[in-house]
């Protein structure tokens, strides 16, 4: 296994249908409780020993978790309320290197991720299938995303990265057995 990709890399299908974006909503809406159960039992070590050699600590993920899923939620937001707007990169591997992810509380992102995973999935419920063809330009891919794309893509995200956590919890047990 490539514990880089844990769960494969994202592939969106050919067709989406209804019961397929309800299905990555659902697992939008479990995220915040899967991440909790894994990472509220870790001890403050635990959450800074990186998941593999050369990789992000548990705490990174965790705080990454809530800021790439706060800036997708605000994508959607201006998808459903522009015509294919231009979105702004961000540089996650600097953003993991601020001053206060080496040391925040993990508590904190998740109690963000759980307001902001109710909230955005409130609003996925809610839309027309139709509102899933709206877009955005996201001009470091140099595409246009569709909102069925990103639904997918951070159902996807969230499972790619509880993927890591798992992993680091289980070789950071092993390195201390």
Do not use: C
Request: net charge negative; charged share 25%.
């Amino acid at each position: 296994m490539d514990i880089r990709y844990p769960i494969g890399q994202f592939v969106f299908p050919p067709s989406v249908d209804a019961h397929q974006l309800n299905a990555w909503i659902d697992e939008m809406d479990a995220l915040p409780d899967q991440l909790r159960s894994i990472v509220e039992p870790l001890s403050e070590e635990r959450l800074d020993i990186p998941y593999r050699a050369h990789g992000w600590t548990i705490r990174q993920v965790v705080h990454h978790l809530a800021d790439s899923h706060l800036h997708a939620y605000v994508r959607v937001k201006l998808a459903l309320t522009e015509n294919n707007p231009t979105v702004k990169p961000y540089l996650e591997d600097l953003w993991n290197e601020t001053p206060e992810v080496a040391d925040f509380p993990v508590g904190y992102s998740l109690v963000l991720l759980d307001a902001l995973h109710h909230r955005w999935v409130s609003l996925l419920r809610r839309l027309e299938p139709a509102d899933f063809q709206r877009t955005f330009f996201h001009p470091e891919r140099n595409e246009r995303l569709s909102l069925a794309y990103i639904t997918g893509m951070y159902a996807w995200h969230g499972r790619h990265h509880l993927g890591h956590i798992e992993w680091g919890v289980q070789g950071s047990a092993a390195r201390k057995g």
